[in-house]
């Protein structure tokens, strides 16, 4: 009886030690904010995606980096996707404002990005951003065609700057 709680706590003691374990491992990846947001496979032109910045990022004094994701299917026929990136602090005053071409396709002709299924992701280096100032983030496509077939979800990834392992330019 006494041999079955000694192994009981230890069991109970290693599920302990690899839940903290796992969590200073997330703790340290320097990923502060990632979240995406489904279009359904198809993106219209007309349709901003808004992301609002946790407001636990906003304190402290260095930059973020900012990165776009996207999520898109073998359907989608562009070899790029041009985004306007906006910031937003407080009420509507812009703080960021750029245009960003993804490449879908490499210089050999492969799609960028992971694939699991039929779906592939990328991610792409936008610019740095104060703590301070972007509390919004706004993304809308800018390409040609008002509506994109192909694209199933965007998002943003905030990061505190340096920890990344992508380089940032």
């Known amino acids: 009886m006494r041999r079955e ?3 009981a706590s230890l069991k109970k003691l290693n599920s302990l030690l690899l839940l903290l374990a796992t969590m200073l491992l997330l703790s340290c990846g320097g ?5 995406y947001q489904s279009v359904g496979g198809e993106w219209a ?5 808004a992301f609002v910045q946790d407001s636990a ?3 402290g004094s260095d930059s973020l980096a900012l990165y776009v994701g996207v999520r898109y299917s073998a359907a989608y026929e562009y070899k790029n ?6 910031g937003y602090a407080g ?4 703080v960021l404002c750029d245009t960003v071409c993804c490449d879908i396709y490499d210089n050999t002709g492969r799609r960028n990005g992971s694939t699991a299924g039929s779906l592939y992701q990328a991610e792409y280096y936008v610019a ?3 703590r301070q100032n972007a509390h919004t983030i706004r993304l809308q496509h800018i390409m040609q065609d008002s509506l994109l077939k192909g694209v199933y979800d965007v998002g943003i990834k905030l990061v505190s700057r340096g920890r990344h392992r992508c380089a940032e330019k």
């Open 5 to 7: 709680r000694g192994v």
């Open 31 to 35: 990923y502060n904010q990632h979240c």
């Open 45 to 49: 032109q007309g349709c901003p995606l």
């Open 57 to 59: 990022l906003c304190r």
């Open 81 to 86: 996707l041009c985004l306007q990136v906006t």
């Open 91 to 94: 009420g509507d005053s812009v």
């Open 128 to 130: 740095p951003v104060a």
